[in-house]
């Protein structure tokens, strides 16, 4: 880029002398610059004209001038910094950071969080990891599934507990449970311009429903068509009142059935590279329209063992802007996660149902969750399964455990901390606990846990915590060696019940079963977290540990607090 390399040439120079004013010849500037003494003449006049130095030359080829530098390469650096994000250019941007940790730390301090630039509101947020892809269908970060969420739009989706239209602003259903409608918004638009086709929309869903994960989510689906552009009718092989909540799932994010990176969400995505992401606003979005213009994820790694680190020291943790500054930044929302991380026996023909129960009678009653050395108000051993959903005690006569045990378990990082915490616990009572570990996010079908006795891992619970937990049952992998003989026959019988409440009840008498069977131990919940500073508003956590984007606002800056 010309202007950072002109800028490079300067602090050259400027290194002479560390800034002080210093007499030398054009010859001299000229070696120091790596170029002819004519070009280093042109580079004297540009910068005196520009207001970096200023020069008083003495007539008389090789003599000396007077050079006084106005400014210092790390300001010019910070003016060319921000006059290419006012401009939009992200990756130019990123290349004038080109600097030792510590000065870059400096240089971005300043430009996170809110800023109103070129007349429009931005917010800028420090990441500490590059993202996945955005495929609905494979996504596992729970980062990544809730900018899906900002970019993809489903038939319906998840709000506040519950479900409403989405792309879809209306649907029924007959006396049977059976034939379903959704009636689509007028006037809907890809991120691209195009117009939203009811007959796109089905060839997506029946995409989904050649996937392993989608086959099994809408396994009830007999048909599906687009009877008319405005409408998407759905035939079922047996009644699924679950129906609307399954089409609102991650996986159900619908993108544009030609360009992966299009969706019809409130944000489009403008650029995804390693190092920056970026979303804008959709200007002709069907729902209320987001407040901020544009959103960055800045994804700085290097930084996040200094003074930069932010939401992101740990990923329940969001700091917009510098957490280093915490006089500056407030907590603006606090929540406990409805989502947890869970232990599951595998009950066999060597660790029979009584041994599991005792296994999470042994974790229950000796405190191991409460002496895990994490740091202090990041989680909280969980009482519910979900609110009013008490864990229950675990009964237990003595019953010894097998001599040796296998646990497999997956991120976060403190699962891990809980499997070492288990071997020395288990040895106690005679049993060896060989651990195996899985860098992933969540259990996937490629994952062979044949041979597991104990699984660990982490359940999210986003919106429809209901939904969401039998779901959890019908589909992750953790679930297979029950769902045959143990789940297939309630769960269906939920999904079969048009009434909600019941669902609701039938579901919660199947959870107690499990956990009071030694099928599961919910462990530990998140304590979510989210800090911005004072100019930055609206802001409050979801249910994925989160903020709705589309909620938060920048005030305007006033005449005195304007950006130059």
Request: proline letters at 7%.
């Amino acid at each position: 880029m010309r202007e950072l390399h002109r800028v490079n040439q300067f602090q050259r120079l400027w290194q002479l002398s560390h800034g002080e004013t210093q007499r030398l010849s054009v010859a001299v500037m000229a070696q120091h610059c790596f170029c002819s003494e004519r070009h280093a003449r042109t580079l004297l006049r540009q910068w005196q004209d520009a207001g970096w130095l200023r020069w008083r030359a003495e007539s008389g080829r090789g003599k000396q001038g007077e050079l006084t530098f106005l400014l210092s390469p790390e300001q010019l650096r910070q003016q060319l910094l921000t006059r290419q994000l006012d401009a939009g250019e992200a990756v130019q941007a990123l290349q004038v950071l080109d600097l030792h940790p510590d000065r870059l730390v400096k240089m971005l301090r300043p430009l996170m969080g809110g800023q109103w630039q070129n007349q429009s509101p931005v917010l800028r947020i420090p990441y500490y990891r590059a993202m996945e892809p955005l495929r609905p269908l494979q996504l596992t970060g729970r980062a990544e599934q809730h900018l899906a969420r900002q970019v993809f739009s489903g038939l319906t989706r998840f709000r506040d507990n519950d479900v409403e239209g989405d792309i879809a602003h209306h649907w029924q259903h007959d006396a049977s449970g059976r034939e379903w409608y959704f009636w689509l918004r007028p006037q809907l638009s890809w991120h691209n311009d195009e117009p939203v086709q009811a007959a796109q929309l089905v060839e997506q869903l029946q995409q989904i429903m050649q996937s392993p994960r989608g086959s099994r989510l809408l396994a009830a689906i007999e048909q599906i068509e687009a009877p008319h552009p405005l409408a998407v009718h759905i035939k079922l092989r047996e009644s699924d009142y679950w129906l609307p909540q399954r089409l609102a799932h991650q996986f159900c994010l619908l993108p544009h059935p030609e360009f992966a990176d299009i969706g019809s969400g409130a944000w489009k995505l403008t650029h995804f590279t390693a190092d920056l992401v970026r979303l804008e606003s959709h200007a002709r979005w069907h729902l209320q329209r987001p407040l901020i213009q544009r959103m960055e994820y800045w994804i700085t790694p290097q930084l996040f063992d200094r003074d930069l680190g932010t939401s992101c020291s740990h990923p329940v943790q969001i700091a917009i802007g510098d957490p280093d500054e915490l006089d500056t930044l407030r907590s603006v929302d606090r929540s406990i996660s409805l989502g947890f991380c869970y232990l599951a026996p595998r009950i066999s023909s060597h660790f029979s149902a009584d041994q599991a129960k005792s296994l999470i009678a042994l974790i229950q009653r000796s405190g191991v969750i409460q002496q895990l050395p994490l740091d202090e108000g990041l989680i909280t051993p969980s009482h519910e399964l979900l609110p009013g959903w008490p864990v229950p005690f675990a009964e237990c006569d003595n019953i010894a455990l097998p001599p040796a045990l296998t646990l497999n378990y997956h991120l976060p990082v403190e699962l891990h901390v809980m499997a070492q915490a288990l071997i020395p616990l288990l040895a106690q009572y005679g049993c060896t606990l060989t651990c195996f570990f899985h860098d992933v996010k969540s259990w996937r079908d490629d994952i062979d846990l044949s041979e597991a006795d104990v699984v660990m891992g982490d359940r999210l619970i986003g919106d429809a915590p209901l939904f969401t937990l039998v779901n959890w049952l019908e589909n992750d992998a953790v679930w297979q060696p029950l769902r045959e003989d143990v789940l297939q026959q309630p769960l269906s019988a939920i999904a079969q019940q048009p009434s909600a409440t019941l669902r609701g009840e039938q579901t919660h008498q199947l959870f107690q079963h499990l956990m009071r069977a030694g099928h599961l131990l919910p462990l530990f919940n998140y304590r979510y977290q989210v800090f911005a500073p004072p100019g930055v508003e609206g802001i409050q956590l979801n249910s994925l540990g989160w903020f709705d984007f589309t909620r938060a606002w920048i005030p305007p800056p006033t005449t005195a607090s304007a950006t130059p």
